[in-house]
């Protein structure tokens, strides 16, 4: 079992940046393949990054490209999303996971355990 904690959201206005992270317990996240979600007020969950186990490969939704970046310290069992130059649309829960599976996947239904989340607000 893995245990994934996010931290980092908050209330900020456009323009500016946050750094989610995402802390593991109880597994090294070595062995996962970690993804960032999120999921706005009546909307679907929807995919934002992933990593691969070493941090070698990254994958992004092609609409976040450019303005976040996803990273991984495996010596601190830990997995970090930074956001810059963030929009109102931004606004969301964002959902740290872990995948065992060999290849970065963008479907949720995919990863295999799930923080509970961390609430992301941007406004004008």
């Known amino acids: 079992q893995v245990q994934l904690v996010e931290s980092g959201g908050g209330m900020v206005q456009a323009g500016t940046s946050l750094r989610l992270s995402c802390a593991a317990s109880?597994?090294?996240?070595?062995?996962?393949?970690m993804g960032w979600f999120r999921q706005a007020p009546g909307k679907k969950r929807d995919f934002v990054a992933a990593?691969?186990?070493?941090?070698?490969?990254?994958s992004f939704a092609d609409s976040l490209k450019g303005r976040f970046t996803i990273s991984r310290d495996n010596t601190k069992n830990t997995v970090y999303l930074q956001m810059n130059n963030l929009e109102p649309e931004d606004t969301a829960l964002y959902y740290c996971?872990?995948?065992?599976?060999?290849?970065?996947?963008?479907?949720?239904?995919?990863?295999?355990?799930w923080g509970q989340g961390t609430q992301v607000t941007v406004s004008s």
């Open positions: 996971a872990a995948d065992s599976s060999s290849r970065i996947k963008v479907v949720g239904d995919d990863y295999d355990y």
């Open positions: 109880g597994r090294t996240i070595s062995s996962y393949i």
């Open positions: 990593i691969s186990r070493r941090g070698m490969s990254t």
